[in-house]
């Protein structure tokens, strides 16, 4: 999936996302994960996309478990019933469903490949720039947060549940913001806002595969649903 283009990784999970949701049944959730999964793991290789899914989707699965395993009408053991325990997992399943597509199609797509997607789409430079730097938000926050843990242990500070705040989350906002500033300066320096031509980034690759499946997919996806509902 990592060399699809963009629209069409986006198209995949949408596809997944809407069959889910529509067809509503245990047998579709499981296909949509499997299938996402597999993806998953072809592009990145390993089993991030799995184990992520697995630690995203626990929560949700206790809570499921709670909300609706003690209230249904056949009991099976104290605070379980059978029938509840069947809806708290066809309820989980279509949540690990849900959150494997999404998962599977953030590691097949990187950031750049959106910015330059959305710079030559309707959406404009301006929502490119504004999607592009969202998602950079957490690796930046992630160099942020090591930066600022190395240089208390380089001070020789200890870090307690008392000093964290002032220690490291203030200082992690602080340089994030002066960083997003930063970049603003640089952009209106530049005339970012200024209407007229610009320079364009190279735009992605979009290949035949990628198109054909970016028109096949949906129509497939539309027909199962319509057979499902007829």
Known sequence: MSRLHPATVVTIAACGWILTLALNTPAA????LLI???CGTASTRNASVALTTVALSAPAALSMLVIH???GETPVAPLLTA???ALAGSLTLRFCALMACFIAAMAALRIADI???LQISRAGHKVAYVVGSSLQTLPQGAHAWRCVRDANQLAGIT?????????VIIPVIARLL???TQRGQALAAIGFDQ????SLLRPVADSRLSRVLRLLIPLVCLAVVIIRWI
Do not use: F, H
């Open 115 to 117: 910015a330059k997607w």
């Open 178 to 180: 002066i960083q997003g």
């Open 159 to 167: 870090i307690t549940w008392r000093s964290t705040i002032s220690r």
């Open 69 to 71: 395993a003690p209230y």
């Open 36 to 38: 996402a999964l597999i």
């Open 83 to 85: 029938d509840g325990l």
């Open 29 to 32: 959730s499981a296909s949509v």
């Open 195 to 198: 209407e007229g031509q610009r």
